[in-house]
């Protein structure tokens, strides 16, 4: 590993979900690794490496034990939502937002997302941009 002057931050690329014709949710998600350090989720920040790490594996164990158990409720709250459209009602925004974030492909996305996570030397992060 690398020695840092400053300390280490913990960062988990983030997750979006894809968007049809620009505009339309399409319950699909996708994790954006590719993305630069900049446009990373800031999960925390560690004077060692080892901390930073001990942190990320505690990220993605929460993460795995997060999916398991709202998987198990997905169903039941998924019939909940179908009979509030067969009734007509609108979702409010609450249980839009629930229904996206309860999602299992989103849930997926932010497990892979946390299985990404990367620890990178401050200094990596907060040294000038060379022209």
């Excluded at 909940?80 to 974030?101: D, M, V």
Aim: aromatic residues 10%; contains cysteine; neutral net charge.
């Amino acid at each position: 590993m690398i020695a840092a002057a400053c300390g280490w931050f913990l960062l988990s690329p983030p997750t979006q979900e894809e968007l049809k014709d620009g505009k339309w949710r399409t319950g699909n998600w996708s994790v954006a690794a590719e993305q630069p350090y900049a446009k990373w989720e800031h999960q925390s920040a560690h004077d060692m490496a080892k901390d930073c790490e001990m942190e990320r594996a505690r990220i993605f164990n929460d993460a795995m034990k997060r999916t398991a158990e709202i998987t198990e409720k997905w169903d039941v709250l998924e019939e909940q939502y179908r009979e509030i459209f067969r009734s007509g009602a609108k979702f409010t925004p609450e249980q839009f937002e629930a229904r996206t974030f309860l999602n299992p492909r989103a849930l997926a996305a932010r497990q892979l997302s946390a299985m990404k996570a990367r620890c990178i030397p401050s200094d990596v992060l907060l040294s000038p941009v060379k022209k």
